[in-house]
């Protein structure tokens, strides 16, 4: 069955600009292009199964994701975080001890409390138990190389065929991301379509690796350009002087463009 081809609503891009200035007070990190292509990943369903979120802060994707999934029925998101900035590279939160009352007080005013299901705890933890085939698995949680493969490998061996990994922040000052997209997804046969918007780096699972052999190209060009950046992160810490010149410049050479919906659809469409 192609899931992939379930038509996107015909004002889908009136639904995504009303929802930037919905959600543009709500605290979070994600730019605009950014924003817009979270929403077509919870709006098109590649594969059966849930939509999980690894790391929520305030709430800001985990909205994002329960709108648009909902575009396309009834549709829960899942979202992990133990909700007091455990890691080096969570956002600072200040004086407060945890950002579980902005993020309860933020889902009920954007009205999709009834669709997000709350598991306050670490991925790890969650990654124990959990039984549920995965469609969309989204991590924006602790941007550690440790932390980015473990949320990656708890959950790898319950994504469904043609589902969607999209990681965050692979484009900014940290190993995690960058390091799990090159060594578990560029080099997996496993992962075919692939690319970036913004700094969400983001790839197709299939269980038949010969479908990732088509994009051997696509693959071998984003591995080459972001094996450049991954020296940078591991060895100069923190990334100064010439030497975030030079990654800043081998970042400048990774496409990561706005994409359009119906080309990314058909980019991920089972043939």
Not at 174 to 189: A, C, K, Q
């Amino acid at each position: 069955m192609n899931f992939a081809t379930a038509n996107l609503p015909d004002d889908f891009d009136e639904f995504v600009e009303d929802l930037l200035a919905k959600i543009d007070s709500v605290e979070g990190y994600l730019a605009p292009n950014e924003i817009r292509f979270l929403a077509l990943l919870g709006a098109v369903k590649t594969a059966p199964g849930e939509i999980l979120e690894i790391g929520s802060f305030k709430g800001k994707s985990t909205i994002i994701l329960a709108k648009a999934a909902a575009l396309q029925g009834n549709a829960t998101v899942h979202a992990v975080d133990p909700m007091i900035a455990p890691s080096e590279t969570d956002p600072d939160l200040g004086d407060d001890q945890s950002s579980f009352p902005d993020f309860e007080r933020n889902i009920t005013e954007h009205g999709v409390s009834e669709r997000i299901r709350l598991h306050q705890k670490f991925s790890h933890e969650l990654a124990e138990n959990w039984e549920l085939p995965i469609r969309l698995l989204w991590i924006d949680g602790d941007h550690t190389y440790e932390g980015t493969k473990r949320d990656f490998e708890g959950f790898a061996d319950h994504l469904s065929d043609g589902a969607i990994v999209a990681i965050h922040d692979v484009l900014h000052e940290f190993e995690g991301g960058v390091r799990v997209f090159i060594e578990n997804i560029l080099l997996s046969p496993n992962f075919g379509a692939c690319g970036f918007v913004g700094s969400i780096a983001w790839a197709q699972f299939h269980k038949d690796p010969g479908v990732g052999k088509r994009f051997r190209d696509q693959k071998l060009m984003l591995y080459k350009r972001l094996s450049r950046l991954v020296p940078f992160l591991v060895f100069h810490e923190p990334l100064t002087g010439m030497a975030k010149k030079r990654y800043k410049l081998y970042r400048s050479r990774i496409p990561r463009a706005a994409v359009k919906p119906a080309e990314w659809i058909g980019c991920v469409e089972k043939k």
